[in-house]
């Protein structure tokens, strides 16, 4: 039976981040990036010899990768810019070639009628700026709204959804806190400055936009619900902290000004009292929210466990390769958990998708990945449930359009829908892509 939950208007797409496909992350004057350090330097990269030095060459590639997202069907595409691409020193000069790059990816995909969906900020903090401080200097604020205006002048007129940050929380806790990710701190006391910095950043961004660009600009987060594995007061108070930890801590200063009381348990003597000023400048109306979805949490207390006191409960239950439960009912509740405590914002979900095992080389029927298509299904159905229940979603991005650097653990986990052979740069859409069109073309009409 056909059913047309999703409206004539939304956006199905596919998402990528500038370090993890483009490759050639030093050309024609660009100006390194934390992640360049990070992923050189084998005392911090846990993949060691896994680098964004060529990745999946679509710096070199962009006009064929547009070509292929127009066969499967994309209404939108969701990349983020290297900043030091376009400013080598993260602020002053621009460099004119790297800017152009984006320009030319954003007239490639308008050519093909595919939607850019621009991310100003996924993790490659310009070096030069690291070191003045990176995000635990005050100035990043104004040196991020400085990058953002000198995007909004040049593309404005063409890019009409604008994101500044993608998940603060995972720049924060991989990259202060744990430093298993760039910069590769690892410090309490930073940890919350680095947060609110980005916050503030994110604010001044916003405020640039308004004066300069006349269209929607928002920001990303990663939400991971949490349940509590029982009862029990212990259970229940750890469960509040992990989730005030992992998705409030962004969304409500942006949204409503505050920061959510349980952060000072989480950090202690390391949180600091904001000044109300700095709040101001963070909540700034935004036109949607983006939510990158992979998995939830079951919860328990564990002091142990440094610094939310909280330990996640295996589930029994399908898991990713990078050891995520597939739970897509969770994506339901959150939707509706965020429309019914921050109100009516149109969401757009930036990301969501699963890293299973594929092979290195294509065969000659192709990758069959029955779990991922699985994962799709059950993900983008979980979504038109959200929407029948009154939740204003207005797109879906897959992550992601190609296998790619996953970070520190390098090119071992492909989330992918199209296969990348690394040695020969071959793209091979997967079973799930096919499926995945299929969705599209049907405006999700055939997913029972
Ligand atoms: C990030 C992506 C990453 C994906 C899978 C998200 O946290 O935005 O860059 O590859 O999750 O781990």
Redesign the pocket.
């Known amino acids: 039976m056909t059913q047309t939950i999703f409206p004539d208007d939304f956006l199905w797409g596919a ?3 500038a370090y ?1 496909i483009e490759g050639s992350p030093l050309a024609d004057g660009a100006g390194a990036s934390i992640w360049q350090r990070f992923s050189h330097d084998p005392r911090l990269m846990a993949a060691k010899g896994d680098t964004g030095d060529v990745a999946c060459d679509h710096y070199n590639r962009m006009p064929a990768d547009v070509a292929l997202m127009k066969e499967l069907g994309l209404k939108a595409y969701r990349f983020s810019v290297n900043w030091g691409r376009v400013l080598p020193e993260g602020i002053g000069r621009v460099n004119e070639p790297g800017l152009d790059f984006y320009e030319r990816l954003v007239d490639e995909l308008l050519k093909n009628d595919i939607e850019p969906l621009l991310t100003l900020h ?2 490659d903090l310009p070096a030069a700026l690291d070191d003045k401080g990176g995000w635990l200097n005050r100035d990043s604020a104004d040196w991020f709204a400085e990058y953002g205006s000198v995007m909004y002048r040049r593309l404005d007129g063409r890019v009409k959804k604008w994101v500044t940050l ?2 603060p929380w ?1 720049i924060t806790d991989g990259g202060y806190l744990h430093g298993a990710l760039a910069p590769g701190h690892r410090n309490l006391f930073e940890t919350p400055i680095a947060s609110h910095n980005l916050m503030r950043a994110h604010g001044r961004a916003v405020q640039a936009y308004r004066s300069e660009g006349a269209h929607e600009i928002g920001l ?1 987060v ?1 939400i991971e619900p949490k349940y509590p594995a029982s009862d029990s007061a212990e259970d229940l108070a750890a469960t509040a902290r992990a989730h005030a930890y992992m998705n409030r801590q962004y969304l409500d200063p942006a949204l409503k000004g505050s920061y959510p009381d349980e952060l000072a348990d989480v950090f202690g003597e390391a949180w600091p009292q904001w000044p109300v000023e700095d709040l101001k400048d963070i909540c700034q109306p935004v036109d949607f929210i983006g939510i ?1 979805y ?1 998995t939830r949490n079951v919860v328990r207390a564990d002091p142990n466990q440094w610094p939310v006191g909280a330990s996640p409960v295996r589930q029994v239950a399908t898991h990713t390769t ?1 050891d995520w439960e597939v739970y897509p009912p969770a994506l339901t509740d959150m939707l509706i958990w965020f429309r019914d405590t921050y109100g009516d914002i149109p969401v757009y979900i930036t ?1 969501n ?1 699963a ?1 299973f095992y594929d092979p290195p080389r294509a065969g000659p029927d192709g990758i069959d990945d029955p779990l991922r298509c699985d994962y799709l299904r059950t993900h983008i159905s979980a979504i038109g449930d959200a929407i029948r229940q009154g939740v204003d979603v207005r797109g879906y991005m897959a ?2 359009l190609l296998d ?4 520190s ?1 390098g090119f071992s ?1 492909r ?1 992918g829908i199209v296969h990348v052979d690394y040695e020969t740069q071959v793209r091979t859409p997967k079973r799930s892509a096919r499926f995945y069109s299929s969705v599209i073309a049907a405006n999700g009409g055939n997913l029972g």
Do not use: I, M, R
Request: no cysteine; aromatic share 20%; proline share 0%.
């Open positions: 998402a990528t981040a993890q996924h993790w993608n998940e995972v990303v990663n990158n992979y990078t990301e998708g890293a992550w992601s790619n650097l996953e970070w653990l986990k989330f």
